[in-house]
C-alpha cells in the first residue's frame, strides 16, 4: 500500500509538471524539499500530528518552502492527505519517471579509494556506451572491498571487488 501511495502521488505530480514544462524545476526542488525532511525527521511528525491545526500547519510549510509553486502545493496537498509520511518514496518514484523520461540511469559504484576525475570519467563514458544511456554515477567508499570496483544498478549488482571474490572461492571450498 505504501509503495502505492508514493507512485500515485508521484506520477501525478510528474504529469503536472510535464504538462507546465517545469520538470527540471520540480524535480530539483523535489530533491532540496527531501533533503530537508531527511535532516529534519520532527518536521515530519509536526506535519503529520493531527493536534496541530491545518492553519499552523501552513504557516510552518510556507516559512520554510517558500509561499508558492508547485513543489510547494504539493507539500501542502500531501500534508493535507495526511501523506506527507510518504514524501520520501514519492520523490523517490518521481525521479525514476524524470530519468526515465529524460534516457538517465542511475548507477552506484563502489570503491576501496576515491575515484580520480579521470577515472570516473572514463567509467561513465564507457557505462554511457554499454547501456545507452546518460549516466548519473553515485561513488561510494568502502575499504572493506579492498580492491576492485562494485557496480550497482536498480535490483542488479556486478561484484568485480577483491572481497567478493575471495568470499567466491570460500564458498567454492565449502561446497567442494
Known amino acids: 500500500m505504501t509503495g502505492d501511495v508514493g507512485k500515485l502521488y508521484a506520477q501525478a505530480l510528474f504529469e503536472l509538471s510535464l504538462?507546465?514544462?517545469?520538470?527540471?524545476?520540480v524535480c530539483t526542488e523535489l530533491k532540496q524539499c527531501r533533503k530537508?525532511?531527511?535532516?529534519?525527521?520532527?518536521?515530519?511528525k509536526l506535519l503529520n500530528s493531527p493536534v496541530i491545526l491545518r492553519t499552523e500547519k501552513q504557516e510552518v510549510i510556507n516559512k520554510i518552502f517558500g509561499e508558492s509553486g508547485v513543489v510547494h502545493?504539493?507539500?501542502?496537498?500531501?500534508?493535507?492527505?495526511n501523506r506527507i509520511s510518504y514524501?520520501?518514496?514519492?520523490?523517490?518514484?518521481?525521479?525514476?519517471?524524470?530519468?526515465?523520461?529524460?534516457?538517465?540511469?542511475?548507477?552506484?559504484?563502489?570503491?576501496?579509494?576515491?575515484?580520480?576525475?579521470?577515472?570516473?570519467?572514463?567509467?561513465?563514458?564507457?557505462?554511457?556506451?554499454?547501456?545507452?544511456?546518460?549516466?548519473?554515477?553515485n561513488?561510494?567508499?568502502?575499504?572493506?572491498?579492498?580492491?576492485?570496483?562494485?557496480?550497482?544498478?536498480?535490483n542488479s549488482q556486478i561484484d568485480n571487488s577483491i572481497k567478493g571474490r575471495l568470499e567466491a572461492v570460500a564458498k567454492q571450498l565449502k561446497i567442494q
Open 73 to 81: 502545493d504539493f507539500i501542502c496537498l500531501v500534508t493535507d492527505k
Open 87 to 137: 514524501f520520501g518514496k514519492m520523490t523517490d518514484a518521481f525521479i525514476q519517471h524524470y530519468n526515465q523520461h529524460n534516457n538517465i540511469t542511475e548507477m552506484t559504484v563502489v570503491t576501496s579509494v576515491p575515484l580520480k576525475s579521470e577515472q570516473k570519467a572514463k567509467l561513465v563514458k564507457k557505462l554511457e556506451q554499454k547501456s545507452g544511456k546518460t549516466v548519473k554515477l
Open 139 to 154: 561513488e561510494k567508499v568502502d575499504p572493506s572491498i579492498i580492491g576492485g570496483i562494485i557496480l550497482k544498478m536498480g
Open 19 to 25: 504538462e507546465s514544462d517545469s520538470l527540471d524545476k
Open 36 to 44: 530537508i525532511f531527511d535532516e529534519n525527521p520532527q518536521l515530519v
